[in-house]
C-alpha cells in the first residue's frame, strides 16, 4: 500500500487538528487516504484531481462500505486535496515528492509503494488500519492496468464539481417532510450512485439524458431487480424535483419496470408453533405478537409502555408505515406473558433510574416540551435493548429497543432448526396473520384495517394463499 509522504502526513495531522477531528479517529482518516492514494494507482485515476474521488466511494459503495464510513473517506479525502492547493501554490514542482509534495507523482508512471511482497490491503471490511509511522519505501515501476469501475455516462464537462449543497439540501428536504431513516438512507445512496456514474458533473448541468443513461446501465449492465430500478427511479425523481429544482420530463426510451405479482408465504398453524419452539425470549414473545396483531418488524420493536391496554385487551399502534396509527385486538392467550414481561421492565427501569441514565429516546423534540419523559415509565421500550447507547454528542447513557438484526438472526435460526420447507422471515408471520384471518371468514374491510393498508387492493394479495370457500369447490377435470 502506498505510504504517505512526510510532509503530506504532518500537514495532514495538522489539518485533523485544526478540523477538531477527534484523535480515535485521526487513523480511520489517515487509512482512507492511503486506501485513495493506492486506488488511484491500481486504476490509474489522477490522485491531484476531484474527479477520482467519485469514483473512489463508488468502489467503496462496492466493496460494502456502509454510508458513514463512505462519507468519513470523502472527508478525508478532501482535506487532502485542501493540503494539495496549499503545496502547489507554495511549493515549487520537485523531484522527490516525501520531501516536497505531490506534484511530480501526477504525470509520473512510478509511485512508491511498500516492498513487502503482498498485495494491497482490500478496500472492504475488516481491512487493517495503516501502521503508525512511516517505513522505508523505494520507487518500483508499477504497470498501469485497465479501469475495472462501471461504465460511466459520456458528460460533456464540468466533471468533478462539489455536490455537498445538494446532498445538504436532500437530507433537509427528506426531514422536512418527516419520511423515515430508512427512506433517507435509501435516496442518498442511490444519488451518491448517480453521482459516480455521471462523474461529479456539476448539479446544474445534469439532465434527462444522464438519468436515461443511468437507467439503462443498472437494467442492462447490472441486471438489477424491478424494484430496485424503481427506487432509483424515484430517488432520481425526488432528487430533480426537490433539490434541484426542475422536473425529470418525458425520458423517453427508458420503461420502468413492472413487478411481477407476488403471493406471500403463509405458514400454517403447526409450522409456526414449531418455529416458536426453537426461539429464546424475548425473541418468542416479539414472533407472538408479529403473528398474533399482525405487526411490522418495526412496528412491534417501537412499542411503548403507553400503547398497551390491558383493560380494553388493545393494542395502538403509533407511527405505523405512512405515519398511521391504528389499534388491534390483544391476544388472550399472551397475556400472562405479557403482564410477566411488563414485571421485568419494571425492575430494569428501577436499575437504570440508579444509575442515573438519560433515558429513552424520543421522538423528535419531545424531550424539549416534557424534560423529565424520557424517564417516565410508560414511555419505556417494551422490548428493551439489552445494553445501554452512549451519544456522541452529549456522552450520555440512553435505552434503545431491541434491534431488528438481532430478531431476524434469531428468527433465522429457529426456521433452519424447525425444518419447515417455506422460507420464512419477520414478515411471514404478518402474511401469515391476514391468511388465517381470511381462511376464519373475515371480511377483507376488517383486514384492510387491522393490517394498516390504504388501498384495500393491497389486502386481496392474501386471497391468493388460501383455498377457495365456494360451495362448489373448484377441482381439476382428471378427478370429475
Known amino acids: 500500500m502506498l505510504a504517505i509522504p512526510s510532509r503530506i502526513q504532518a500537514r495532514f495531522e495538522k489539518y485533523l487538528e485544526q478540523r477538531s477531528i477527534p484523535k480515535n479517529l485521526h487513523a480511520a482518516y489517515k487509512k482512507w487516504l492511503r486506501y485513495y492514494l493506492d486506488f488511484c494507482r491500481k486504476y490509474d485515476f489522477p490522485i491531484m484531481r476531484k474527479e477520482s474521488l467519485p469514483n473512489f466511494i463508488s468502489k467503496l459503495n462496492e466493496k460494502g462500505q456502509t454510508n ?12 487532502y486535496y485542501e493540503i494539495i492547493e496549499q503545496v502547489s501554490h507554495k511549493t515549487p514542482t520537485c523531484k522527490h515528492a516525501d520531501s516536497r509534495g505531490w506534484a511530480s507523482l501526477e504525470n509520473s508512471k512510478t509511485l512508491p509503494i511498500r516492498e513487502t511482497g503482498t498485495k494491497p490491503a482490500p478496500y472492504g471490511k475488516g481491512a487493517a488500519a495503516p501502521s503508525r509511522g512511516l517505513t522505508h ?20 464537462s464540468g466533471q468533478g464539481a462539489s455536490w455537498e449543497t445538494p446532498f445538504a439540501s436532500l437530507e433537509n428536504e427528506i426531514r422536512v417532510r418527516h419520511y423515515s431513516p430508512q427512506t433517507l438512507k435509501a435516496y442518498r445512496g442511490w444519488t451518491r450512485k448517480f453521482q459516480a456514474f455521471v462523474h461529479s458533473k456539476s448539479p446544474e448541468m445534469l439532465s434527462t439524458d444522464d438519468v436515461k443513461a443511468y437507467l439503462t446501465y443498472l437494467a442492462v449492465k447490472r441486471n438489477v431487480s424491478a424494484s430496485t430500478q424503481n427506487q432509483a427511479f424515484n430517488s432520481l425523481l425526488f432528487f430533480y424535483r426537490h433539490v434541484l429544482k426542475r422536473e425529470f420530463g418525458k425520458i423517453d426510451g427508458v420503461v420502468r419496470a413492472k413487478r411481477k405479482p407476488y403471493i406471500p408465504v403463509v405458514l400454517s398453524r403447526d409450522e409456526i408453533d414449531e418455529v416458536l419452539k426453537h426461539l429464546e425470549p424475548p425473541y418468542d414473545l416479539v414472533v407472538k405478537l408479529l403473528y398474533g396483531c399482525g405487526l411490522r418488524l ?40 405479557l403482564r410477566a414481561h411488563l414485571e421485568s421492565l419494571k425492575k430494569l427501569h428501577e436499575q437504570d433510574l440508579k444509575r442515573n441514565y438519560a433515558g429513552v429516546f ?74 388465517h384471518l381470511l381462511q376464519a371468514n373475515y371480511d377483507i374491510r376488517t383486514i384492510q384495517e387491522l393490517l394498516g393498508h390504504s388501498d384495500v387492493r393491497t389486502t386481496m394479495i392474501y386471497t391468493h394463499t388460501i383455498k377457495s370457500q365456494t360451495l362448489k369447490e373448484a377441482k381439476s377435470p382428471l378427478d370429475f
Open 68 to 79: 458513514a464510513q463512505q462519507e468519513q473517506a470523502a472527508k478525508s479525502i478532501n482535506l
Open 137 to 156: 519505501t523505494r520507487n518500483i515501476p508499477v504497470p498501469a492496468p485497465e479501469p475495472e469501475l462501471p461504465e460511466k455516462a459520456s458528460i460533456a
Open 298 to 337: 418495526f412496528e412491534c420493536l417501537k412499542i411503548r409502555l403507553n400503547c398497551l391496554n390491558f383493560d380494553a385487551r388493545v393494542l395502538t399502534i403509533h407511527d405505523g408505515k405512512g405515519k398511521k396509527d391504528r389499534t388491534v385486538p390483544l391476544p388472550e392467550k399472551i397475556l400472562p406473558e
Open 362 to 435: 424520543l421522538l423528535d423534540a419531545l424531550e424539549l416540551k416534557y424534560k423529565n419523559a424520557a424517564k417516565e415509565f410508560v414511555r419505556q421500550w417494551f422490548f428493551p435493548a439489552k445494553q445501554l447507547t452512549r451519544e456522541t454528542d452529549s456522552g450520555v447513557y440512553r435505552r434503545y429497543h431491541l434491534h431488528k438484526t438481532h430478531v431476524q438472526k434469531a428468527i433465522r435460526r429457529a426456521v433452519n432448526k424447525s425444518k419447515i420447507c417455506k422460507r420464512a422471515t419477520s414478515h411471514t408471520f404478518r402474511h401469515s396473520f391476514a391468511g
